[in-house]
């Protein structure tokens, strides 16, 4: 499996970083950053791991948790797609919106 990551992934994961580096905590975000990057990296041998987002129940669109933080990807045949990183009691949108926190 391939994994990319999108625009707006992406940005979530800059504002995790700069929300806790504005928070005077910058190891935090830091750390954050680096374990939602490895639990990314499972999804390489274990596609499935994840569960359907319950917004969509789509088998193909999927989420694992990094509490407090929701990792959305889409699942296709031979490449992950991760679309979003939010914090997990945040309603799921997936329109390519500025990333908060």
Do not use: C, Q
């Not at 680096?34 to 088998?59: S, Y």
């Not at 669109?61 to 929701?70: A, K, V």
């Amino acid at each position: 499996m391939k994994i990319l990551i999108s625009d707006s992934a992406f940005n979530d994961l800059k504002a995790i970083k700069k929300y806790y580096a504005d928070e005077g905590v910058p190891k935090i975000g830091d750390e954050f950053i680096i374990h939602i990057i490895a639990h990314i990296e499972t999804l390489i041998d274990n596609p499935e791991i994840g569960r359907m987002v319950p917004e969509f129940n789509e088998k193909n669109i999927r989420e694992l948790i990094h509490s407090p933080f929701r990792i959305v990807y889409l699942k296709e045949e031979k490449i992950i797609h991760v679309i979003r990183v939010w914090r997990s009691e945040r309603l799921l949108n997936l329109e390519d919106t500025p990333a908060k926190i």
